[in-house]
C-alpha cells in the first residue's frame, strides 16, 4: 500500500496569505495524485487532479505541483472560505489511499 | 446537476448486516467508476470498495475483504454496498463518490454506528 504523508499538520495563516502543502508518496504515483477540501459536516470536495489541473469550478488561486513522490499544493492568496482540511489522495491499480491531511486554520 | 442520494445506514449490533445505497441523477451512471469511501470522527477518508463502469471489476481495501460486496444497478442508477460481519472498527460516515479524474462528486453521506 502506497503512504501518503502531508505536511504540516496545521498551518496557521491570514487571510491574504499564501498556503504552501505537500504530500510525500512512499513509492512514485507518477501523476496520480489528486487534493481535496473538506468542511465541517460536509463531504471532501474534489480541487485538483493528475497532480496539476483544476477541478471544474476550482479557483485559479489553487494550484498543484510534482510528479514521482513530491506534491504541493499551492493557495496563493488565501479568501476566507478556504480555512478547511486538505487531503491528498493517489490511485495506484485501484488501490486509493488518502494522506493524514493538513488544517488550515486562520491566524 | 448531478446528484448522489445516499440511504441505508445506522445502528447495528457487532456481527450485523446492512446495506447501504447510493441513487444517482444528472449525469450518465452506467459510463463511471464509482466507490465507496468512508470517514471515521476526526480521521482521514478511508477507500473502501470501487466498482468498474461495467460492473465486471469490483475492488476492496484489505480491511472489508471478504465482509463487504459492491454492485451497481445500472437501469435503476443504484450503486449498492452490502456489509456483513460488521464491526465496531466499520463504525464511520460513508460516502458514495463518482470518478472522473479523482472523485469529483460524493455523496452526502450515511452514518454507520456499529455497537452493543
Known amino acids: 500500500e502506497i503512504v501518503l504523508t502531508q505536511s504540516p499538520a496545521t498551518l496557521s495563516l491570514s487571510p491574504g496569505e499564501r498556503a504552501t502543502l505537500s504530500c510525500r508518496a512512499s513509492?512514485?504515483?507518477?501523476?496520480?495524485l489528486a487534493w481535496y477540501q473538506q468542511k465541517p459536516g460536509q463531504p471532501p470536495r474534489l480541487l485538483i487532479y493528475d497532480a496539476s489541473n483544476r477541478a471544474t469550478g476550482i479557483p485559479a488561486r489553487f494550484s498543484g505541483s510534482g510528479s514521482g513522490t513530491d506534491f504541493t499544493l499551492t493557495i496563493s492568496s488565501l479568501e476566507p472560505e478556504d480555512f478547511a482540511v486538505y487531503y491528498c489522495?493517489?490511485?495506484?491499480?485501484?488501490?486509493?489511499?488518502f494522506g493524514g491531511g493538513t488544517k488550515v486554520e486562520m491566524k | 446537476e448531478a446528484q448522489l442520494l445516499q440511504s441505508g445506514g445506522g445502528l447495528v449490533q457487532p456481527g450485523g448486516s446492512l446495506r447501504l445505497s447510493c441513487a444517482a441523477s444528472g449525469f450518465t451512471f452506467s459510463i463511471h467508476p464509482m466507490s465507496w469511501v468512508r470517514q471515521a470522527p476526526g480521521k482521514e477518508p478511508e477507500w473502501v470498495s470501487g466498482?468498474?463502469?461495467?460492473?465486471?471489476?469490483?475492488y476492496y481495501a484489505d480491511s472489508v475483504k471478504g465482509r463487504f460486496t459492491i454492485s451497481r444497478d445500472d437501469s435503476k442508477k443504484t450503486l449498492f454496498l452490502q456489509m456483513i460481519s460488521l464491526r465496531a472498527e466499520d463504525s464511520a460516515i460513508y460516502y458514495c463518490a463518482k470518478e472522473e479524474m479523482g472523485f469529483d462528486f460524493w455523496g452526502q453521506g450515511t452514518l454507520v454506528t456499529v455497537s452493543s
Open positions: 489522495q493517489q490511485r495506484s491499480n485501484w488501490r486509493v489511499t
Open positions: 466498482i468498474s463502469a461495467s460492473g465486471g471489476s469490483t
Open positions: 513509492e512514485s504515483v507518477i501523476s496520480y
